[in-house]
C-alpha cells in the first residue's frame, strides 16, 4: 500500500473533516500548515455550488481556518469545467447563485432563458416557480439537463435544507424521467477536474473524507489512497455495511499529521 508520507498532492472533504458547525475541526489548521511547510499541493473539495471560491475561504477564516482561494474546488467549477470541454460556448438556463453563474461566466458561456443548449441545476435557497417551469420546458423542448451535485438534502442548524438533488427530481418527476448528469461527488469527474487542476496524478495523490458513498467510493473509482476520518458522519461500526473499503480509517484529521513527512 502507498503510505501517507509519500503521497505529493492531498484533496480533501469540508465538511465533517476540517469544519462541524461553523467550527474547525481539531488538527485541520495544522494539516493544512504541513502541507504548505512540506510543498505538498491539496484541494479542498465540497459538493455545494452556492458559493464562490472567495465566499468559501471567506466563510473558513470565520472558522479559524487559513485557506487560499485557489485551494478550493467546488461542484459550481468542476461542471463549468465539464461543460467547457464538452460544449465550449455553449448557451445555458442556469438555476443557481453566485458560485455557479461566476464559474459559468468566466469559463465563458452564455446564460440565457432564450433556446439554451443545456439547462444546469445548482444549489438555491430562492427555487422559483417560473424558474423550475422554464427549465421543465427547455429540458422537453431538448435541451441537455446538467447538475452540479446529487446530495438530496443539506445541513442547517434548524434542521435539514432541500438540496440540488431533491429539485432534479422535482424537474426529472415533471418531464416523464429525464435524468440529469450529475458532476459532483460520487461521480469520479469531480476529482479527475480537481487532479488535472492541481496536476496530479492519482497514484501519488489521496483523497481524505468522512462519507463512505461519496468521498471513499469516489476516491477509490479515481485510484486514489483513501482516508477515511471518523470526525464527521460514518462511525467505525457503519464502515462493514460498504462493499468497498477505505485505505486507513482515522479518528480525525489530527491522527494523520504523525503520519506525514515534516519539512
Ligand atoms: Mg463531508
Same mark, same amino acid.
Given at each position: 500500500?502507498?503510505?501517507?508520507?509519500?503521497?505529493?498532492?492531498?484533496?480533501?472533504?469540508?465538511?465533517?473533516?476540517?469544519?462541524?458547525?461553523?467550527?474547525?475541526?481539531?488538527?485541520?489548521?495544522?494539516?493544512?500548515?504541513?502541507?504548505?511547510?512540506?510543498?505538498?499541493?491539496?484541494?479542498?473539495?465540497?459538493?455545494?455550488?452556492?458559493?464562490?471560491?472567495?465566499?468559501?475561504?471567506?466563510?473558513?477564516?470565520?472558522?479559524?481556518?487559513?485557506?487560499?482561494?485557489?485551494?478550493?474546488?467546488?461542484?459550481?467549477?468542476?461542471?463549468?469545467?465539464?461543460?467547457?470541454?464538452?460544449?465550449? !460556448?455553449?448557451?445555458?438556463?442556469?438555476?443557481?447563485?453566485?458560485?455557479?453563474?461566476?464559474?459559468?461566466?468566466?469559463?465563458?458561456?452564455?446564460?440565457?432563458?432564450?433556446?439554451?443548449?443545456?439547462?444546469?441545476?445548482?444549489?438555491?435557497?430562492?427555487?422559483?416557480?417560473?424558474?423550475?417551469?422554464?427549465?421543465?420546458?427547455?429540458?422537453?423542448?431538448?435541451?441537455?439537463?446538467?447538475?452540479?451535485?446529487?446530495?438530496?438534502?443539506?445541513?442547517?442548524?434548524?434542521?435539514?435544507?432541500?438540496?440540488?438533488?431533491?429539485?432534479?427530481?422535482?424537474?426529472?418527476?415533471?418531464?416523464? !424521467?429525464?435524468?440529469?448528469?450529475?458532476?459532483?461527488?460520487?461521480?469520479?469527474?469531480?476529482?479527475?477536474?480537481?487532479?488535472?487542476?492541481?496536476?496530479?496524478?492519482?497514484?501519488?495523490?489521496?483523497?481524505?473524507?468522512?462519507?463512505?458513498?461519496?468521498?471513499?467510493?469516489?476516491?477509490?473509482?479515481?485510484?486514489?489512497?483513501?482516508?477515511?476520518?471518523?470526525?464527521?458522519?460514518?462511525?467505525?461500526?457503519?464502515?462493514?455495511?460498504?462493499?468497498?473499503?477505505?485505505?486507513?480509517?482515522?479518528?480525525?484529521?489530527?491522527?494523520?499529521?504523525?503520519?506525514?513527512?515534516?519539512?
Amino acid at each position: 500500500m502507498r503510505e501517507p508520507a509519500e503521497i505529493e498532492c492531498w484533496l480533501t472533504d469540508m465538511d465533517g473533516v476540517l469544519v462541524r458547525e461553523d467550527h474547525e475541526i481539531p488538527g485541520a489548521g495544522d494539516l493544512i500548515q504541513r502541507w504548505v511547510d512540506t510543498s505538498r499541493r491539496f484541494l479542498v473539495l465540497t459538493n455545494n455550488s452556492i458559493f464562490t471560491q472567495r465566499d468559501l475561504a471567506a466563510r473558513l477564516v470565520a472558522t479559524g481556518l487559513t485557506i487560499p482561494e485557489e485551494n478550493i474546488w467546488t461542484s459550481a467549477l468542476a461542471t463549468a469545467r465539464f461543460l467547457a470541454d464538452q460544449h465550449p !460556448g455553449a448557451r445555458l438556463f442556469v438555476i443557481g447563485e453566485a458560485g455557479l453563474t461566476t464559474a459559468l461566466h468566466e469559463a465563458g458561456f452564455i446564460l440565457t432563458d432564450s433556446s439554451p443548449d443545456y439547462v444546469v441545476l445548482g444549489e438555491t435557497r430562492n427555487y422559483s416557480f417560473e424558474a423550475i417551469t422554464k427549465a421543465i420546458r427547455f429540458i422537453e423542448s431538448g435541451a441537455r439537463f446538467i447538475c452540479t451535485n446529487p446530495d438530496a438534502t443539506g445541513p442547517s442548524p434548524q434542521g435539514p435544507l432541500p438540496a440540488t438533488g431533491s429539485v432534479a427530481a422535482l424537474i426529472k418527476a415533471a418531464t416523464g !424521467g429525464r435524468e440529469p448528469y450529475v458532476v459532483g461527488k460520487p461521480n469520479p469527474m469531480m476529482f479527475r477536474s480537481a487532479l488535472n487542476r492541481i496536476e496530479a496524478h492519482s497514484e501519488t495523490t489521496a483523497m481524505i473524507g468522512d462519507r463512505m458513498d461519496t468521498d471513499m467510493v469516489a476516491g477509490i473509482e479515481a485510484g486514489l489512497l483513501t482516508v477515511l476520518v471518523l470526525s464527521g458522519i460514518t462511525r467505525r461500526e457503519d464502515i462493514d455495511l460498504y462493499p468497498y473499503r477505505p485505505n486507513i480509517v482515522l479518528d480525525s484529521v489530527n491522527d494523520l499529521l504523525p503520519l506525514l513527512s515534516t519539512p
